[in-house]
């Protein structure tokens, strides 16, 4: 879609952006709709330039938080659908988004319903995201809807913030850890080489080895940093396969510590998910096969695929989940008493609500049992090569303190 550049009015003053629209009369109209009197508008010719470069999802998940919370309290304050687009369109900061809003806009002027106009954007609104927009304009409660789905997207937000700090420590540490290695084995073992070669003498088995870990870091450097590469393109050609998917993520359920906090991420995920669909009035069957796709494990993915076949065969969810080793006993039972009761939804809140702050309180765990460790991993790699480099330092300075 054509991009527009102008320069506006607005009750607070001078303002400068761009625009996204068909036409110079398109974006006019959609500016002034926002409450900007355009005193210039000039169409930007896309080049290689000027074209974004988008890393990641094209729009964040705050920003859709944010977006969800203002459509929210527009509507239920009476306002109507298109205009509270067309309000939110004008405001948003994020270029992308913004676009998306002006022809979702569109397409609700030229009659679509909301569900249809988010439809065809899937790459910024999810098949949830729809399904759940679909309810809510069936039922006629598209505000409750859509402060549920800013909720929804808020606690999976702050999930994954979670995991995401948990796990970034190590792997950054590690990292860290590798390069020192690198660095003191290319850099400065060599320096101490020439020196020891020079007084000669048998040097202890610990220099010898650090030596000779230096000298193939030097020669073999392309060997050793091919096999690297090769083992992430692999790992990632080998996840892109069903049976890959499944047996890394049974892997990773099995890893200590981190096996439990990404389970008890999955659970809270799917469970919120689960419950929000479900009190979006959407259909069981049908919101269990949305949550599949949202879970993020392909362990439990099959989890939830088995729990739908037995209830379009009549039997209750709950018995694939009482079977199955990576659900925890405390959420097969709460889901059965839901279903036995009729309040499903809300059970299901309840173990998500439980298990978010489970996840919180691993994270913590995690991190407070593995800054230690990791220090003490780095201590001895970096210790074992400064030893190797003193040993012979020392025999060195008493042979000449004996002369």
């Known amino acids: 879609m054509p991009r527009f550049q102008y320069t506006g009015r607005t009750a607070s003053g001078k303002v400068r952006g761009t625009v996204n629209a068909n036409s110079e009369r398109e974006a006019v109209s959609r500016l002034r709709s926002g409450g900007v009197r355009v005193i210039d508008i000039l169409e930007v010719k896309e080049t290689v330039w000027t074209k974004d470069i988008h890393l990641g999802p094209p729009v964040k998940l705050v920003e859709l938080v944010l977006f969800l919370r203002q459509f929210a309290t527009l509507v239920s304050a009476g306002v109507s659908v298109i205009d ?105 073992v060599p320096i101490f080489e020439g020196l020891f070669a020079d007084f000669g003498g048998e040097l202890p088995v610990l220099t010898r080895f650090v030596l000779a ?41 099995k890893v200590p510590l981190i096996g439990k906090l990404l389970q008890k991420a999955a659970i809270a995920r799917f469970t919120r998910t689960l419950s929000s669909l479900l009190k979006s009035a959407v259909p069981i069957l049908e919101a269990l096969r949305m949550a599949e796709q949202t879970v993020g494990n392909e ?52 173990v998500a609500d439980f298990y978010e702050q489970e996840v919180e309180v691993a994270t913590d765990r ?34 000449l303190n004996t002369y």
């Not at 049992?369 to 190797?388: F, N, R, S």
């Open 84 to 188: 509270s687009v067309s309000i939110l369109a004008a405001q948003v900061e994020g270029k992308v988004f913004k676009g998306v809003l002006y022809e979702v806009e569109k397409e609700l002027r030229e009659g679509q319903s909301l569900s249809k106009a988010f439809q065809k954007h899937p790459k910024v609104f999810s098949v949830l995201f729809i399904s759940m927009i679909q309810a809510g304009e069936t039922s006629g409660n598209l505000d409750d809807t859509l402060e549920r789905l800013a909720v929804q997207y808020e606690k999976q937000h702050a999930l994954r913030q979670k995991v995401v700090s948990a796990m970034a420590y190590p792997i950054l540490v590690g990292v860290i850890s590798i390069a020192v290695v690198i660095f003191l084995l290319a850099a400065v």
């Open 213 to 253: 870990m230096s000298n193939w870091t030097q020669s073999f450097w392309y060997i050793w940093s091919g096999l690297l590469l090769a083992l992430i393109l692999a790992f990632t050609k080998v996840r892109k396969t069903q049976k890959g998917k499944w047996r890394s993520d049974y892997a990773m359920l």
């Open 299 to 350: 362990i439990m993915r099959n989890v939830l695929r088995e729990s739908r076949e037995l209830l379009e065969v009549g039997e209750p969810m709950a018995t694939a989940l009482k079977n199955h080793w990576s659900i925890p006993p405390l959420v097969a039972q709460m889901v059965a008493v839901g279903e036995q009761t009729g309040a499903l939804d809300t059970m299901l809140q309840k």
């Open 366 to 399: 995690f991190k407070a049992i593995i800054e230690p460790v990791l220090i003490v991993l780095l201590a001895v790699l970096v210790g074992t090569i400064v030893l190797a480099i003193l040993i012979p330092m020392f025999e060195l300075f008493n042979q």
